[in-house]
């Protein structure tokens, strides 16, 4: 086997066909202003018929006239399990960096480390993958942010039904409500991405240039940032809310009916059905209240809430999302990251990363509780990954480089 640099037009041939591939291990991510400093190799690790077998794109970072850091965004384009492929492979790298002046590599490979479900039962445990990179000298680093611990992964390969029945109740009754209100959906244009962040703003700490960035750097046929918007349209929300609220009402009637028959004897059942036939009312009569103003002050579509995807490959991830707050009980994003399966999975798509959680997503009393269990509502798994990793490349060198900076 051997190891050369290829071409930024190999790389993406063999990214496009290997199931391997991650949106960090592309083109079009070594292109991001993040990485404008940095200098850009693609290698490929090709067999005895001269057939790449695994690749990487390396970026390196220079810190002196000596001394560079090269980075391994997302891993490697290679079968983590094959382990004497990822000691050819790791072998290959370190005499090619070296010649590069590097003296370690940073990567953070995102093979599925363990997989739970919505239970915390592990299904999934690849800890050998793990234990052989520690064996290969690989040294763990942590994990640089509180978010990069956890993904929560829809994979289905079955129906789109399939999808929907794996839905918690919650999430099923939060789309077929905003259905009912006629949300609309509707894809965005790199012009509306100041209307997009207006609305994440507060959910992110990434400025608007990151997401202009994204949106133009990815915008190829193989990975393709994408906007999508909910409106609501107050005519047609107003009409709706009406006939919802009109629904609710006979039902509180006929139930107070049934309630008040002296002859009744199941009395304590409903007198369960009546709270909360009126505490749907209420909640009906809420929405109404809302409709009614808000069509008095605005006449057509409003946007309240937006997702942005990219679709790399096989898989759809969802980079970021978010809702205003004062149409928070819509429940807009679930309408809308429902409408993108659906979309995605009619074109083949099979994998949906709904994004990242907190560490903590299990803690109760955290502030990120509610976006775990909004994303873990989607039948997904929690997809955990290893910390980050360190190679050592020229270990004089770094030695020195360690003492110099402690």
Not at 267 to 273: D, F, G, K, M, S
Not at 317 to 344: C, M, N, P, Q, S
């Amino acid at each position: 086997m051997k190891l050369i640099k290829i071409s930024k037009e190999s790389f993406q041939n063999f990214a496009k066909q290997n199931s391997f591939n991650n949106c960090g291990q592309s083109t079009e991510y070594s292109s991001l202003i993040r990485n404008a400093d940095k200098r850009k190799l693609f290698f490929g690790l090709f067999d005895d018929n001269d057939e790449i077998i695994a690749a990487s794109v390396i970026l390196i970072r220079h810190i002196n006239s000596i001394i560079n850091v090269a980075i391994a965004p997302n891993g490697y384009i290679i079968d983590y399990k094959d382990n004497e492929l990822l000691e050819t492979f790791t072998n290959l790298l370190k005499e090619r960096l070296l010649k590069e002046k590097v003296i370690y590599l940073i990567t953070n490979p995102m093979f599925k480390f363990k997989v739970r479900n919505k239970y915390g039962v592990i299904t999934e445990n690849n800890e050998d993958i793990y234990n052989n990179l520690i064996t290969n000298n690989y040294e763990s680093m942590g994990y640089f942010s509180d978010f990069e611990h956890y993904d929560i992964i829809l994979d289905n390969t079955g129906e789109i039904n399939d999808i929907y029945n794996k839905f918690s109740r919650n999430t099923k009754r939060n789309i077929k409500d905003a259905m009912k209100l006629g949300i609309g959906i509707y894809k965005g244009t790199a012009n509306d991405l100041k209307e997009f962040y207006q609305i994440v703003k507060k959910k992110t700490p990434k400025k608007l240039s990151f997401y202009k960035d994204i949106m133009n750097i990815y915008n190829t046929q193989e990975n393709m940032a994408e906007i999508y918007f909910a409106k609501l349209n107050t005519n047609t929300y107003l009409v709706n809310a009406k006939a919802i609220y009109e629904k609710a009402e006979r039902q509180n009637k006929r139930i107070n009916e049934e309630f008040n028959k002296p002859t009744r004897k199941d009395r304590n059942h409903l007198l369960n059905r009546k709270t909360t036939s009126e505490k749907t009312l209420e909640k009906c009569k809420n929405i109404l209240n809302d409709a009614i103003k808000l069509n008095s002050t605005y006449d057509g579509d409003i946007i309240i809430a937006t997702s942005m995807i990219i679709k790399n490959h096989h898989e759809i991830y969802f980079l970021a999302d978010g809702y205003k707050e004062e149409y928070r009980y819509i429940h807009a994003t679930d309408i809308l990251k429902w409408a993108i399966i659906r979309k995605y999975h009619t074109a083949g798509y099979r994998r949906f990363n709904l994004g990242e959680i907190h560490q903590n997503y299990f803690d109760k009393t955290s502030k990120y509780y509610r976006q775990y269990k909004a994303k873990i509502g989607f039948g997904g798994d929690i997809v955990e990954y290893t910390p980050n990793l360190k190679y050592i490349i020229n270990k004089p060198l770094y030695k020195l480089y360690k003492k110099k900076n402690h």
